[in-house]
C-alpha cells in the first residue's frame, strides 16, 4: 500500500462516535502510514447542532484509542472569517448569486434529484437584483463555474484510476448558508488546502460531492488532492450507522468493556467487508 499521504478524520461533534467512525479514522490514519501525517478536525460550523461536550467526548474517546492528531486540532467555528474571505474571492469572480427561496420553495422548482439526494435547485433567483436586508443564502452559478472550467474537472481516486466529474448535475449549490454565511461544501475543500492534505479519506456517502469540490479547488487555485472513499458500515436492517438513528455509541462499547484493540480490530473488519467500488465513470481530462 502506498503510504506518506496527510489525510484527515474530520468528525462533526453533533452526538458520541459510533463505530462507524472508529472505522473512518482507521482508513485515514492507516493511509497515512509512517511517513506521513494523520490529523484531526473539528468540523462544527453548525452552532446548533454541534455541542461541546460532544466535541470534549469525540476527542477523549480518539485519544483513548490511540488517533492523536499529527498537528493541531483544527476547529471550523474559529475560523469563520477565513471561510467568508473564500466565499468573497468566489463572489468577486462574478460566480455567487444571492437566493431568498424557502426551503419549500426550493423543493417545489427543484430540477430533480441530485446524485446525493438533495433537491436541484431551479434557478428562481438566478439573475435578481438582490433585496437590501432580506435573508438568504450564496448560491454558486454551476453553469457559469464550468464554462470557466471548460467542463466538470474529475479527480483521482486511489487504486481506480480517473473518476469523470458530474458537477452539473448538482445545480446551484449553497455556499453560503442564512445562519454562519458558510457551507460545509466551502469549509472542507478549504480547510483540505491549507492543512496541506494529500489523500481525502472518507466514506462512500461522499463519494458523489467531489464533483462539487474539484470545481471549488479549480475556482480558487487549491491543489488538488487523492482521494480514498470507503465503504459505509450497516446496522441490522441495512441502513448507515447514524448518530441520528441511535447507534450505539463508542462510549457505551467502551463501558460493556471492548477494548481499544478490540474495537479498531472490528472497524477493520467491518471496513473489508463493506468494501466500496466505484462506479466506472472514465474521465476524458
Known sequence: MMTGFHTRFAPSPTGFLHLGHVASAFHARDRAGTQGKFLIRIEDIDAQRCLPEFEVALLDDLAWLGFVSDGAVLRQSDHLPYYRATLERL????????????????????????PDGSPVYGGTCRGR???????????????AALSRLGGSPSWRELGQGAVAGRAASFG???????????????????????????????????????????????????????????????????????????????????????????????????????????????ADR
Open 91 to 114: 463572489h468577486d469572480q462574478g460566480l455567487l448569486y444571492a437566493c431568498t427561496c424557502s426551503r419549500a420553495q426550493v423543493k417545489a422548482c427543484a430540477l430533480g434529484v441530485a
Open 129 to 143: 437584483s438582490q433585496a437590501p436586508g432580506q435573508p438568504h443564502v450564496w448560491r454558486l452559478d454551476m453553469a
Open 172 to 282: 446551484d449549490v449553497v455556499l453560503g448558508r442564512r445562519d454562519n454565511g458558510v457551507s460545509y461544501h466551502l469549509c472542507v475543500t478549504s480547510d483540505d488546502a491549507r492543512q496541506g492534505i494529500t489523500l481525502v479519506t472518507r466514506g462512500a456517502d461522499l463519494f458523489e460531492a467531489t464533483s462539487v469540490h474539484r470545481v471549488l479547488q479549480e475556482l480558487l487555485g487549491f491543489p488538488e488532492p487523492l482521494y480514498a472513499h470507503h465503504g459505509l458500515l450497516l446496522d441490522e436492517a441495512g441502513c448507515k450507522l447514524s448518530k441520528r438513528d441511535g447507534a450505539e455509541s463508542l462510549r457505551a462499547l467502551r463501558a460493556r468493556g471492548l477494548t481499544a484493540p478490540e474495537l479498531i480490530a472490528l472497524a477493520r473488519k467491518a471496513l473489508d467487508l463493506a468494501a466500496f467500488i466505484p462506479e466506472g465513470r472514465s
